[in-house]
Nanobody
Framework: QVQLVESGGGLVQAGGSLRLSCAASGRTFSSYAMGWFRQAPGKEREFVAAIRWSTGAVYVGITDYAESVKGRFTISRDNAKNTVFLQMSSLKPEDTAVYYC???????????????WGQGTQVTVSS
């Protein structure tokens, strides 16, 4: 069982930056692939980024990004702290959404493949 708690959301102007954090409980955090998804009002939940499981304390390795955020967002994980991060830069109003982190067995872009979800954190980008 894994419990996930996101933080770091807020209101930011276009062009600004935010870093989201997702703290996980459980001893097996390093064995999970971690993903970030987002959902804007009236829209389906969409894939943002994912990072593969790892055995090291800090791992920046196999990742995947949605085309809409590639080059602007960076996902990373710190297994020693049971935390995954999403560094968001050059934010745009269309990035406004509730952001969710999720844990699963592999990095995929389909949300139904993830087993555990956080409660979400709101990101609002003003123009």
């Amino acid at each position: 069982q894994v419990q996930l708690v996101e933080s770091g959301g807020g209101l930011v102007q276009a062009g600004g930056s935010l870093r989201l954090s997702c703290a996980a409980s459980g001893r097996t955090f390093s064995s999970y692939a971690m993903g970030w998804f987002r959902q804007a009002p009236g829209k389906e939940r969409e894939f943002v980024a994912a990072i593969r499981w790892s055995t090291g304390a800090v791992y920046v390795g196999i990742t995947d990004y949605a085309e809409s955020v590639k080059g602007r967002f960076t996902i990373s994980r710190d297994n020693a702290k049971n935390t995954v991060f999403l560094q968001m830069s050059s934010l745009k109003p269309e990035d406004t959404a509730v952001y969710y982190c999720a844990a699963g067995s592999q990095i995929v872009r389909v949300y139904s493949f993830y087993d555990y979800w956080g409660q979400g954190t709101q990101v609002t980008v003003s123009s």
